[in-house]
C-alpha cells in the first residue's frame, strides 16, 4: 500500500507537515523538486520546506547524470535548511546515513553505503542524494527506488528497487522516516554516532577503489578509511590520498 | 611499493596529461598532487617541477605549456582581483551541463553574485563574488578539480 498521494489533499498535507515541523509542497509531476526547494530556500520568508514530487520530468544527479522516474515508482523529495548545518558537506555525506535509518524499523535490512551517499541493496543503488549550498541554506534531495519492477535499460546493471528486492515500502511512511532522520544529522552533535554507522554500513571501506577524479586520468587503491570530515582515504603504491570530489567506483 | 622507474613513469605521465590541457587553456600554471608526487606545469614561469619526496627519486620534466587537473594555489595572479576557491572540490560553471554560464568573459558583476559551483561529497556549493567588476578571465575550468584558495576568475574591478 503506498499512501504518497494522500499529500495531494491539503488538509492532510498541512497535518503532515505540522507533524514533521516543515511547510510540505507535493506536485503530481515536476521538473525537479531541487529546483524547486532552491527557489523556495532563496525566499527569505522561507521556513523550512519539503518538497514532494510522484514524477520528476527533469530529475538531477551530478554532472551529466538525470534520475530518471516513472510516474508514483520512486519517492522523490527535497528538504530546506535554513540556516545551513554546520559542516554542510559533511551532512550531505550523512544524509545517506539518514536513509538508511529511515528504511531499517521499515524491514529493510542489509543495506550499504558507497561513498559518499549512495545507498546500495543487494547489490544496486536504491538511493542517491545531492545537495546545493549557499551561505545561509542548504537544499538537500533524495530519490529513493521504491516500486519500479524494470529498470532502465541504462541503470539496470547497477540500479535496483526496494520492490525488486522484495520490499513493499509506503513512500509516505519513508517520507516522515528520512525527515525526522535528517533532522538528527543536521546537528552536528549527532555526526559522529553517524559518521560510526556509515563506515559500519560502508562498501567501500576495506575494497580495491578506482578514483576518477575530474580532468586527471584514474588511479587506483584501497579505501582504508573515512575520515571524520567525510574524506575517503585511498591508500595507493605513492601514498595516502584524500578524495572529497569524484566518482570512486568500487573494484570486485 | 613502486620503485623509483615506475614514479618517473608516473610523473612522466601526469605532465604530459597536463601539457596536453594547458595547450587548449588559458591557464597559465597547474598542480596535481597524487600521493607522494607532485607535479606543476606553467606556461611561461620556466621549467616544470615534479615533486617526489625520498625515497622516491624525482622525475624532471620542462613544460611550455598545461592544463588544468589542479589550479595551483601557488599562482602569480594578483590575489586583489581574483575570486579564489573558498574550498576544494569540482568547479562547475554552469548550474547544470545544459544551462548556461553563470559568467563569462566581460560579464559584469556585483559582490554576491554566484560565479560558480564547487561539487565536494556531493554538495554543490554557491561560489560568489565578493567584489564588484567585469570578468577578465576564467582560470578555472568548469568541470575540473580545484584546490582551495586557487584562483576561478579574475576581475578588473569597479
Known amino acids: ?252 | 611499493m613502486a620503485d623509483g622507474k615506475g614514479v618517473r613513469a608516473e610523473a612522466n605521465a601526469l605532465v604530459e596529461e597536463l601539457l596536453a590541457r594547458l595547450d587548449t587553456s588559458d591557464v597559465r600554471e597547474l598542480e596535481v598532487t597524487r600521493g607522494t608526487l607532485r607535479v606543476r606545469v606553467a606556461k611561461s614561469a620556466g621549467p616544470a617541477q615534479t615533486y617526489a619526496p625520498a625515497p622516491m627519486p624525482a622525475a624532471q620534466a620542462l613544460a611550455q605549456s598545461a592544463g588544468p587537473a589542479v589550479v595551483s594555489a601557488d599562482h602569480s595572479i594578483a590575489t586583489t582581483d581574483a575570486i579564489t576557491a573558498p574550498l576544494t572540490g569540482v568547479f562547475y560553471l554552469s548550474p547544470s551541463p545544459q544551462a548556461p554560464p553563470f559568467v563569462q568573459v566581460g560579464s559584469v558583476v556585483a559582490a554576491g553574485d554566484v560565479i560558480g559551483l564547487i561539487e565536494a561529497m556531493k554538495l554543490f556549493n554557491e561560489i560568489r563574488t565578493t567584489k564588484n567588476g567585469r570578468v577578465r578571465k576564467i582560470v578555472a575550468t568548469s568541470g575540473q578539480l580545484v584546490r582551495a584558495h586557487a584562483p576561478l576568475i579574475e576581475l578588473d574591478l569597479a
Open chain 1, 1 to 252: 500500500m503506498d499512501r504518497l498521494g494522500l499529500l495531494a489533499d491539503p488538509a492532510v498535507r498541512s497535518a503532515f507537515g505540522r507533524e514533521l515541523g516543515r511547510s510540505i509542497e507535493y506536485h503530481a509531476s515536476i521538473g525537479s523538486t531541487q529546483d524547486r526547494a532552491r527557489e523556495l530556500a532563496r525566499s527569505d520568508a522561507s521556513g523550512p520546506t519539503l518538497v514532494v514530487a510522484d514524477q520528476q520530468t527533469a530529475g538531477h544527479g551530478r554532472g551529466e547524470k538525470s534520475w530518471l522516474s516513472e510516474p508514483r515508482a520512486s519517492l522523490l523529495a527535497s528538504w530546506t535548511f535554513r540556516p545551513a548545518p554546520a559542516e554542510p558537506a559533511l551532512f550531505a555525506l550523512l544524509a545517506g546515513v539518514a536513509v538508511t535509518k529511515a528504511l531499517r524499523p521499515l524491514g529493510v535490512a542489509d543495506l550499504g553505503l558507497k561513498w559518499p551517499n549512495d545507498v546500495w541493496l543487494t547489490g544496486g543503488k536504491i538511493a542517491g542524494c545531492l545537495a546545493h549550498g549557499a551561505a545561509d541554506h542548504v537544499v538537500i534531495g533524495i530519490g529513493v527506488n521504491v516500486w519500479q519492477r524494470e529498470l532502465a535499460p541504462e541503470i539496470a546493471e547497477t540500479a535496483t528497487s526496494l520492490r525488486r528486492a522484495g520490499h513493499d515500502i509506503d513512500r509516505l511512511a519513508l517520507l516522515a522516516r528520512i525527515t525526522s532522520q535528517l533532522d538528527v544529522i543536521a546537528d552536528p552533535a549527532n555526526h559522529p554516532a553517524a559518521l560510526t554507522e556509515w563506515r559500519r554500513r560502508s562498501i567501500t571501506l576495506d575494497r580495491e577503489v578506482e578514483v576518477t577524479e575530474a580532468g586527471i586520468a584514474p588511479f587506483r587503491g584501497k579505501a582504508v578509511a573515512l575520515a571524520d570530515d567525510g574524506a575517503l582515504v585511498v591508500e595507493t603504491p605513492y601514498g595516502q590520498e584524500r578524495v572529497i570530489a569524484g566518482e570512486v567506483r568500487v573494484l570486485g
